[in-house]
């Protein structure tokens, strides 16, 4: 038997998953590690610390292969994009991997923003001005940590530190390279004038290249800590937002992806680059010809969490003796849609798409005595919903009807919330039976590296059965009422925003 590794480094854990070389799943390793959060809007990884759980799950997984009569094909990569570390002349870090998640740039990305400049900006690279995009990261240390970026002698992310660890080549593919706010989309070069307000130069940034590079000749110690072949090949791969498009089979515009876990986003990929005359969208180039449109919502999984905590009768819980999710869901189901005349909007950890706002903030609107503790969680559920739906409109506006919708994540284990989501994008939801969309995607493009598969289509015969959540017609038509009330509701409260997010800071540093 052959095998593959897909590995997706993520924010908090990175994990590897083994296939044989149908694409079947043999066995997973996880390994986590910190987010360090020493200050306000910081969020950093230790980038040692990432690689080696990066080492270490892949290991783990090679454990489980017989490699004495089977061979080890490749390893592959999905990550997470947006982050930036410094180096010196010996590519040592000389600061921690800012991560998407770290918002210290605020005000850099609110000043570029609102400039000439920061549309053009936006116009030629796709990446909308916001504090995760690597270029307003730059500019925030010039302007906070001089002397480290005068020190810096290279820029990089956390996939070419990885592969700079395990290879000693300082290259990235152009799916990440195009997520930093610094690539021109129509040249798939750095562009100038990006690198100008980042004050950085082409030199100091890694040589970009094809997603499906294969790159050969560990280093002595990669290999040892490893435990593979040396002339294993390691294939650049993607984004992990790119890869969970490519593993669940949504390669063209006709079928919408969305994710929903801690976080949320909803993504279609397109032939030719689509830019969003409003700035609600990014574009990012994935490979060879394709595109990713879409949106991140940052408020997902993690803000119905929140309301599971704040919202469920704990004795009720206990008197069940039921999860409090389970008992959550079945609460939800009791109450009819539209929560009784209740909107929440989820923005607890500020928003990116569409409103692209740090200082956003949740609000519950239509409160009345008659509303219950039912009718809040329910309207919670809907609001993360209605909001991903304001992004699948953006989407549709822009790249037109899809045929379907694919979803995935963590909410798939809701029967509620499927059917909600459903309801609320009047669309049928499909939703695979397979998990980690993301490795598997990475694999599909080690396999069409080595030319076992002749294009990325083939993931298709890889991906299991699906359920079909089917829209209900009173339920939408009570949602098409509300969304418009939803949207308007934002904007409104959209002016204080701001200020609330200023008494909220003084606040808590008193």
Known sequence: MNYFIGVDVGTTSTKAVLYNEHAQVLTQTKQGYPLYRDASGMAEQNPDELVNAVEKVIHDAAQSADLT??????????????????????????????????????????????????????????????PMSPLTKLMWLNAEMPEKMTSAKYVADIKSYLFYRLFNVFRVDISIASCTGMLNIETADWDSQALSLAHVTPEQLPEIVSGTTQQVG??????????????????????????????????????????????????????????????????YAVDNGLWVIG?????????????????????????????????????????????????????????????????????????????????????VMEGINMNINSVFQAVRNLVGDPKSVTATGGFAQSAVWKQMLADVLNCPVEIPNSFESGCLGAIVMAMNSLGIVDSLEAVQQFIGEKEVCK????????????????????????????????????????
């Open 295 to 379: 949106g991140p919502l940052n408020n997902g999984g993690d803000v119905f969490q929140w309301a599971v905590e704040h919202l469920v009768d704990a004795s009720a819980v206990q008197n069940e003796n039921m999860d409090a999710y389970a008992l959550a869901n079945e609460v939800i189901a009791g109450v009819p849609a539209g929560s009784n005349g209740l909107i929440f909007n989820p923005y607890l950890g500020g928003e990116r798409a569409p409103i692209w706002n740090a200082n956003a903030r949740g609000s519950f609107f239509g409160l009345s005595q008659l509303h219950t503790r039912a009718d809040m969680l329910r309207a």
């Open 218 to 283: 560990l280093t002595k110690e990669a290999q040892t800590a490893m435990a593979i072949p040396g002339d294993t090949p390691f294939i650049y791969g993607a984004f992990d937002g790119a890869l969970s498009n490519l593993g669940v089979g949504a390669l063209s515009k006709d079928t919408v992806a969305i994710t929903i876990g801690t976080s949320a986003a909803v993504r279609v990929v397109t032939d030719h680059p689509v830019i969003d005359p409003q700035q609600r969208l990014f574009c």
């Open 471 to 510: 829209p209900d017609s009173e339920a939408v038509a009570v949602y098409q009422k509300y969304q418009p009330v939803f949207e308007q509701v934002q904007e409104l409260l959209s002016p204080a925003y701001a200020r609330m997010a200023d008494l909220q800071q003084k606040t808590t540093n008193h």
């Open 69 to 130: 009569t089977g061979k080890l094909l490749a390893v592959s990569f999905s990550s997470a994009n947006q982050s930036v570390i410094l180096l010196d002349e010996n590519h040592q870090p000389i600061t921690r991997a800012m991560t998407w998640a770290d918002t210290r740039a605020r005000k850099v990305a609110s000043d570029l923003k609102s400039s000439p400049e920061g549309k053009q900006i936006y116009i030629k690279t796709g990446t909308p001005i916001h």
